[in-house]
């Protein structure tokens, strides 16, 4: 059985950063691609940024070059450094460990808001 827990939400001031955390527990992390979603209000979930098992990145065009992913397998965790946040990035941010279509877990969530 695998859990995710996040953390590292909060409230920011458009143009400052935050860092998201998750944890999995579990075992075999570094066998399987982790994601990080976001999901606004009204919105749908979307992909914000993955890092597969071998530790290629992927990112939607409207985080690229502000929002960076990271692992550490030893830490069982996975990261999310956010730079240069804008309103547009408010949203509840989930944590996703997938090692196939049949096997994707989600975290429960943090919240994020980007306000002055």
């Known amino acids: 059985q695998v859990q995710l827990v996040e953390s590292g939400g909060g409230l920011v001031q458009p143009g400052g950063s935050l860092r998201l955390s998750c944890v999995f527990f579990?075992?075999?992390?570094?066998?399987?691609?982790m994601g990080w979603y976001r999901q606004a209000p009204g919105k749908q979930r979307e992909l914000v940024a993955r890092?597969?098992?071998?530790?290629?990145?992927t990112y939607a065009d409207s985080v690229k070059g502000r929002f960076t992913i990271s692992r550490d397998n030893a830490k069982n965790t996975v990261y999310l450094q956010m730079n240069s946040l804008n309103a547009e990035d408010t949203a509840v941010y989930y944590c996703?460990?997938?090692?196939?279509?049949?096997?994707?877990?989600w975290g429960q969530g943090t919240q994020v808001t980007v306000s002055s």
């Open positions: 996703n460990a997938a090692i196939s279509s049949l096997n994707s877990y």
């Open positions: 579990g075992s075999m992390v570094r066998f399987y691609d």
């Open positions: 890092i597969t098992s071998g530790g290629t990145t």
